[in-house]
């Protein structure tokens, strides 16, 4: 992982970002970490699954770009063929830091913007400059901090949305099996989904939880989105 930089408009008054798609800037990539905010977005447009990290055994939302690893079947050159793009890819190349301890979770007054210097889309040459002249924030810094917090407070209600999923024992482990126009076969395993004659069945206090929180729609735009299995197929076909 590059290093984080703290951003300051001193040392970094002529820097520029680069907003242009693009395999070049990291984004051939066939899984995107994403929030529960963002699937009324997602759901027309892209297959989302649960992943469990194999290290920690936290289960977080993704959206599928592709079959293959260096994949992302959305890209084309540098044109995204999906009329929203997901916050993680947008965010770049700036992340949330945080001013605490190491293990502290990040909250409104610990954390700070950051910047990987050393990202592709960081120049001092054209692209969008993060500081006027007189050392202010423009327009774009201000509104890509403002989704670095959308994204920070999103990962934390995401968090509590997947426990009360696993809580309510509504997650299944997913085998996907793809037919290929060229014969080949793909098959995957690890993902995970919402188990539907369980979330049928979710009666009383937990039922009412879900509906109040949202977690009931949540469930069922998961459930819809993956319908869009079908349009990496034909994306993947047209590229063989």
């Not at 014969?183 to 109040?212: R, T």
């Amino acid at each position: 992982m590059l290093a984080q930089t703290l951003l300051n408009p001193k040392e970094h008054k002529n820097l520029k970002v680069i907003t242009s798609r693009g395999e070049k800037y990291g984004e051939n990539v066939n899984t995107i970490p994403v929030i529960a905010d963002e699937l009324r977005s997602l759901v027309t447009e892209y297959p989302v699954c649960i992943l469990k990290d194999p290290n920690t055994g936290q289960f977080a939302l993704h959206a599928l770009t592709g079959f293959d690893a260096g994949e992302n079947l959305m890209l084309e050159g540098d044109t995204w063929h999906a009329s929203y793009v997901p916050l993680h890819v947008l965010r770049q190349p700036f992340m949330i830091g945080i001013r605490d301890k190491e293990g502290s979770k990040p909250t409104p007054d610990n954390t700070v913007v950051t910047i990987q210097l050393e990202h592709k889309r960081v120049t001092d040459e054209g692209g969008e400059a993060l500081f006027d002249e007189d050392g202010n924030a423009t327009d774009y810094l201000k509104k890509t901090t403002n989704l670095l917090g959308a994204l920070l407070q999103g990962l934390t209600t995401t968090s509590t949305f997947l426990d009360a999923l696993v809580k309510e024992e509504l997650l299944e482990q997913l085998q996907l099996t793809v037919n290929l126009k060229n014969g080949d076969k793909k098959n995957f395993q690890g993902f995970y989904g919402i188990n539907e004659e369980k979330l049928a069945s979710l009666k009383g206090e937990a039922l009412e939880k879900f509906h109040s929180l949202g977690y009931l729609q949540a469930c069922h735009m998961l459930i819809a989105s993956f319908g869009n299995i079908q349009k990496l197929i034909k994306l993947k076909n047209a590229s063989l």
